[in-house]
Structures are given as C-alpha cells and as structure tokens.
C-alpha cells in the first residue's frame, strides 16, 4: 500500500499568501467596482532593466541556430555568469568566494526549501519569528518537527524578533545545530551590523553549527557600513551557506533566477562525528534533482553585472526605496511605528490593534492590501507588512486611501 | 553539531555521466587533435522550433513593457499552457484529464526526483533495471534503501527488463508500493503495449500501488497501436503520476519547461490506512519549494501546440529517427543484436562483450562517444546505449568509423 509522508499532515492547513488570495478575492466579489492597490507580496512591478532584455534577446537567437543552438548545460550553471557573480557580488567586498562555489538555480525559495536535504533529521533547527514560512514548511515537511500548537511547532527553536532586541534575534538559549537567518530581513526589513553578524558565525564556529543566509534582499542596502555578504564577516566561510536571488536585484520574479553560495571549506559531520564538505553533498543533490538554468536566462542574469546592467539595477531599487520612503512618511504621521524600508523594500508597521484586523481594516476601508505580520509568526502578531513593490503613483493612492480610512 | 543526511554517503562515487565525461576527457588530452562524436547523453542537436523562437521573443518584449510586464506567475504554471497541455496531449487522445491536474516545471529530472518526497519512507519500492539512475538516487538519498551491494542498493526490488521479456518487467513477486516505469524506455527505446501497460494499471489499483510513469520520450511513438499516456488506460487516474518533458519533444534540454499530471483521483494513505489525494500533497509542495517557469520559456512551451509548432516539433522527431534507423541498419550489420531506435531515439546494443569494453572500443578506436549499459544496472550489462541526438551527417561518419574500426 502506498503510504504518504505523514509529515505533510502536520502542516498548517494553506499558506499565507493563498489565505490572502482568498480574502482579496471575496472582497473584490463583493466590490466588483472597487480597484485594489495591492502592497502584499513582496512582487516586483516594474519591467526588467533594458540590458537583461537585450541578452535575452540574444541568446533566443543563439538557440534559433544550429551553429550556437545549446542543450543540456552545466547543472550548476554556465561559467560567465558563475565568474560574474564571484567577482562582482563577493570579491569586489573582500569576501573570498570563488565561481566554482556558487550554484546557479531557478529560485531562492527553491534553494533554501531543498538545502535541508542535507542534513539529518534529527538536528535541531533555529528559526527567527518572525520568518519566511519556506524554511519552517519544509523543515515539517522532512520531519524535524512535532504537531503545531499554540502557534508553534514543537521541537523547533523559534528565535524572537521583537521591538525590544531590535529585531535581530539573540543567541539561543539552548544547542542548536542549523540556523537560518535573513538580512535585510523579510518581513521585517531590518538589517544587521557587521558585529552582530560576528557574532552569530563565532556562534557557529565554536557550536560546529551551520548558518544558512537568506540575502535575497541585499540590493535594497544603501548603508555601506552594512554586511551585504556573510562572507565579508572573518570564519564565516566554514559555518554559513548564502541564497541570493535576480527576484529582487532586478526584477526577475517571473523570469527566474538565483543562485547560492557553498563554500567548499564549508563542513558538516557524520554520526561518527567526521567531517564532510557540504559543496561536495550540494553539488550532488544538485546534479541528480536539478538540471540548470534556461541559457537565456542566464545571459540575461549575466547582464546584471554589465555597466549599463548595473545602472538599470539601480534605479530599479531606487524606485523601490523611494516608494518605501513614502510609506514610512505617512504612516509614521498616521501614529505607527515603523521600520525597515531605509535598506529593504519592506516596512514593518506597529498596527496597535490585530494583525488580520489591521489588514481587513486597510483592505475593506482603504482597497489596499498589505501582509498581516502574525501569518509570519507568532511575533508578528500585532504588525501588518506593507511593501514597496508597486508603482510610486499606486503607493501615493495608497497612502491617501489609508490617511482618509484611519487619518 | 550540524550533522549530514547519512543516506548519501550511501551513494555511488559519481555520476554515470560525469564518468563518461572523465574518460573522454582523458581521450582528448591524449589525442588533442581527434574529433569526437558524441551519440552518448541524449541531449539534442537541432536549433529550437521556429515558432518557440518567435514566441520567446515576444515574451521578452512583453517583459519589458510595464503595461504587459509578467512578476511571479502560478507556481503550477499559466493556464494558457496547461490548457494546451490537457487538450492536446490528454484529451484528443480520450485521456480524461484536465488543466488544473498539470504541474507546469523546469525538468522531469527534479520532478522525478523530487515527487518521492510526498511518501513514507518504509515504503517498498520497484525500479526497473537497467533505468535512468535519478529514480535510484533519489530513494537513496531519501533513505529507503540500503548499502550498495553487488551492484545493487539493499532494499530495493529490481525489475529485471532483458531480452527474455522484450524489455517489459513482469510484476513483482513480493509486494511492492511504488513503482517507476518509462515507456518508451531510457536506455532501452522500448515501448509497452496498451495490455502489457494494462497489467499494470490492474495490479496498482488491486495492491493500492501507485505507478509513476515517466515518458518524456513519447514525440518519438510512431506506431499508433501504442499507449502515449498512461491515462489512455483505463483505471490509470487512480493509481499514476505521469511525467512529460520538452526536452526531446521541442529540443528543450538548455530551454527547461516539463511538466507532472497528478490526477486529482490519485490517492495514498496515511499510518491509519486513511486516503489522501495526491494532487493536493503535490500542490503543497510544488507551492512550497517551487515558484514557477520563467514566463517566456512558458510560452515558448505554449507555441509548441501552435499548428506550426505541431510540424516543426514533428520534424525534429522525424529527423532524430532516421538517424536511428542508420544505427540500427549498421549496427545490425556488423553483427549487433538492437532493440529499441523505432519509437524512440535511443538505441540499445547488446554488444558481445561487456558494455565498458565496447565503451572504451568505440572510443578508443573509432571516436565516438556511447553510453555503456552497465551504468543503467546490472541488467545492462553487455549493452550500450546509442543515442540518435546529433546531426545526420555525424551519425553517419561516426557509423562508418565503427565499420572501419570492428568490420
């Protein structure tokens, strides 16, 4: 008899995004006349930058000509874009990544929802609330917890983020061995200081403890006394993995490309307690459940690193910031507390009441929708996340909208 | 202490093709100035269809207009190519099957490898032998086998597919939960019949069996008698997961676009003996640790189901064929038993001596790059595989250089 993964039922019934979807959607049934603004998910709006669409353009060619036709590719990407990378986003800072430790793939999500195949099911995990649901639902999903109860699931480590520290969480008070962390943060859109960052990969150093980074969000750093890369942080390249995402850098939600960062000094153990290197292990998960990235994309990703690339990337979250800084303006004005959105395109808002409350407030009286901060965790309750992605003449109808709701 | 999934260290060294790799390369560094012919790894030669070109095309400008901009898309994919999907793949073939049971993905590699992930982990498991090895590794990593013994993984049951059976497993002996097959066969390019597939439909639904049906190889099915889908078979909703891929249909090994059927009536059970449908456990995942095709590639997949696509994708096929048809002619003369290269692009060799002997033969000797079918399981050897991906006038030269070299 086939038998399930009896994990999966331990997941919570539907994710936070699909529960908006459906609130959205009764609203919209019931005011069929009504335009909504959405600043909920964390999507992109505006085109991609005009160099990524000319590589693509051009190696669409490519493929129309038995000459320069491609099939399968490298499974960990194509070498231009892999020496791209190495250079540009982690050499040009000082931090010693080389291009055969980065892994092209399709999505951050993907990355860092397959990377704990990795590791055993029995190792405890650390994750902050509030969080990225991915790398809770696919910790359940292996196993590495109990049933949800309370808000939590049992067996995992929750790392608060509050108010109080900042938003960056503290050391945990008891062993941990995997710890995901997220800068600039989503949801809270708050960053790290390079000496906060120490001391989490001291932490890993001396626990023999791994740190997966989520810099998905990295672009948005306007701060340059700010860590854009773990690896810019002395030791860290034994203890950390990074994700970094195209999603958010340059508009590629719908186009599809990230990448991840395993050094191959980076090392985990064996019951026996001897020494693997997780590169070697990364490499070959990769190779047998994944089979590259689409060479157009590539290109277009490689395009990124080029000078006009550059430029266009730019601009792009400048955009963004630029939408975020209005947000801050009008909501601090309306009385919350707010933060995030200088080094982030999301803004962490203090809604004095509920966070489904707040949300159904904002989407009922203003047509705008944000993300409730307590589907992010339990920490979150009690905030709303509104988000920068959308055009700077919605986020001002927005903030009107919400100044006549609330003001 | 971060400790690693102990199941990989379960595996074989390396990759089968990353074998084959190495010892080319050696061959090259030894003869820098011979050309090698490469009918090993089935990756396609030919440019992509035109009407894949132009579509990609206009998705790209599409992505550069705010107005027409595509950010994230469904995580199943668009309907516009799911809709093409189940009318022309499924429908006009009376298989009952509908859009929102196609999961639209980069690969059928990661999606056979990933979908075990929706079982327990006792489960018993059936894989054919000789097989592509992603259906093996991926149950290893998960952890439901045992060492590698003898050339074979403790725990699995092996389906033993030789001359004696026509290549067509015969069903189990002890009980088994999920089974893999794919039809027409990678390595083998045999096909199954519409009773023989019956078979098996017959024993999953009488054992509460599920089959994953692989057949990323069905452009190449010429002769009508034979089953395309599994759906074509009464009964197969229930107990099938089909796979399919552009890969070969369209030459998309360096474009990614395939996709997963998970009938919505495909059920397991849980510890209690309780069902539980797949297509919503498989959604879960999808939804968690994937986000979509890049939009153009989608719609490049779309154009193949255009009037124009249909031809241009059938003379791909076409071509493939007659340059398998040349192999089998040649090869039968020199004296090699062939099975396979009539409804498939692959041709399997029984090779009159062990299948690295003949691998390193027809390297060593003639230049030209096969797979040997030891690397496909223990069934396999004393084969090699053939494949039919290169340009007709390669096939040609690399048959003649075997006639020189063995004739």
């Not at 080389?98 to 405890?124: P, V």
């Not at 900042?166 to 061995?177: C, N, R």
Request: glycine letters at 8%; hydrophobic letters at 40%; proline letters at 5%.
């Amino acid at each position: 008899m086939i038998r399930i993964n009896s994990h999966y039922t331990k997941l919570q019934a539907s994710y936070l995004f699909s529960d908006i979807a459906k609130r959205v959607a009764a609203f919209q049934n019931a005011h069929p006349d009504k335009e909504i603004i959405r600043l909920g998910i964390g999507d992109v709006t505006m085109p991609l930058p005009d160099a990524c669409i000319q590589a693509m353009h051009q190696a669409v060619d490519e493929m129309a000509d038995p000459e320069t036709f491609r099939g399968y590719g490298p499974e960990q990407g194509y070498d231009f874009l892999r020496e791209a990378i190495a250079r540009e986003d982690f050499q040009a800072r000082g931090a010693d990544i080389n291009a055969h430790e980065i892994f092209i793939s399709d999505g951050a999500k993907c990355d860092t929802g397959n990377i704990q195949e990795l590791f055993a099911r029995d190792i405890t995990v650390a994750i902050p609330d509030p969080v990225y649901p991915v790398y809770l639902d696919t910790n359940v999903m292996a196993g590495r917890t109990g049933a949800f109860k309370n808000g939590r699931y049992e067996g995992i480590v929750y790392l608060d983020c509050t108010a109080e520290n900042g938003f960056v969480p503290a050391l945990p008070e008891t062993p941990v061995d995997l710890i995901y962390l997220c800068f600039p943060n989503n949801p809270t859109g708050t960053t790290i200081t390079r000496n906060e960052l120490q001391v989490w990969v001291d932490y890993a150093r001396e626990n023999k403890a791994l740190i997966l980074y989520d810099a998905a969000y990295v672009a948005f750093i306007r701060d340059d006394s700010l860590p854009q890369s773990i690896y810019e942080i002395p030791g860290a390249r034994d203890v950390a993995i990074e994700f970094r995402s195209f999603s958010k850098t340059a508009g590629f939600t719908g186009t599809r490309c990230a990448y991840t960062v395993v050094p191959t000094t980076c090392r985990a153990f064996d019951d026996k307690g001897q020494e693997h290197d997780l590169h070697s292990l990364w490499n070959r998960r990769h190779c047998t459940k994944f089979n590259g990235v689409s060479y157009p994309i590539q290109r277009a990703a490689e395009a990124v690193y080029s000078e006009e690339g550059k430029k266009q990337c730019r601009a792009l979250s400048d955009y963004y910031l630029h939408n975020a800084a209005l947000v801050i303006e009008k909501m601090t004005a309306l009385g919350f507390a707010c933060v995030g959105g200088k080094n982030s395109p999301y803004i962490w808002v203090s809604g004095n009441r509920g966070s489904w409350e707040l949300f159904d407030l904002l989407l009922n009286e203003a047509g705008v929708v944000c993300t409730p901060g307590a589907g992010f965790g339990r920490c979150g309750e009690g905030y709303i996340r509104i988000s920068a992605f959308n055009s700077y003449e919605n986020v001002a109808k927005a903030m009107q909208r919400i100044e006549k709701a609330l003001g």
